[in-house]
Every structure is written in structure tokens, then in C-alpha cells.
């Protein structure tokens, strides 16, 4: 029996509820929402619609989503 043991790692994936809070936090951090409860809340709930939103969405149609000025710069 060998010892040595070889383990591919998984991509991390996230959930919708991940990826809202991630974005909260990162638009206080940035932009500093004031330490308003209900702001924070209502702005963790427009990320969370998105993100549900766009998890059913096909990966081609969020190229459509992607403004041409930042599409030219990534293909040139």
C-alpha cells in the first residue's frame, strides 16, 4: 500500500447567499455605505436578486451584459 496519497482540489463555488454578502461587504468597504441598518439590508437584497437572477442565466447571454469598451479591452 502507498503512502502518498494524491487529492485534486475543487474549484470553490459559491451560493447566491455568498456572493451577496461578498458584495456587501465589498460596496461598504469601498464606497462606505453609512452604518445604516436598513440601507445595508436593502442593498444586501438588490445583490441577492442578482445573483438569483443571474444563476439561471446562460453563461453566453452575460456576455450581452458586459459593456463593448470593456469587451475590446479584454480581446485586444
Known sequence: ??????????????????????????????FGIEANENEIENQFAKFYSLAATLEGTRHQRLGDLVPEEILKKIND
Open 1 to 30: 500500500m502507498s503512502d502518498k496519497i494524491n487529492v485534486k482540489p475543487t474549484p470553490i463555488q459559491r451560493n447566491k447567499l455568498d456572493t451577496a454578502l461578498e458584495l456587501t461587504k465589498l460596496q461598504i468597504e469601498t
